[in-house]
């Protein structure tokens, strides 16, 4: 089962469902990486979902090991629009110590 959008980390939706479900329960939605392991620890759901931040950090669970800082995503670049270019997005967020080298996660190095 998968509870979507827990609404609050200390269980929301999931504790919900975890009071009269009993297999694999997969919950996503505002969640930082203290928040998701505790609601793992806490038995409230058995694994926690990323999507927006994957999207951001194509690193996300080197991150969430490290307890690095993520790097916020960008909503208008999710979905390509009419008229809109692919000059920002998926393919340009650095991995997790390229920050400040001015590296794309494809390798691209720019002037800063």
Known sequence: MHADNAGVPTGG??????????????????????DA????ADGVADLVAFGRDFISNPDLVERLRMNAA?????QKTFYVQPGMTLEAGY??????GEEDKGVRSDGFVWER
Not at 13 to 34: C, E, K, P, Q, S
């Open 13 to 34: 939706v999931a504790r919900h469902f975890r009071d009269i479900y009993n297999g694999v329960l997969i919950t996503a939605g505002g969640f930082d990486r203290d």
């Open 37 to 40: 392991m505790k609601t793992v």
């Open 70 to 74: 993520l790097t916020p995503y960008d």
């Open 91 to 96: 393919t340009d967020y650095p991995f997790v």
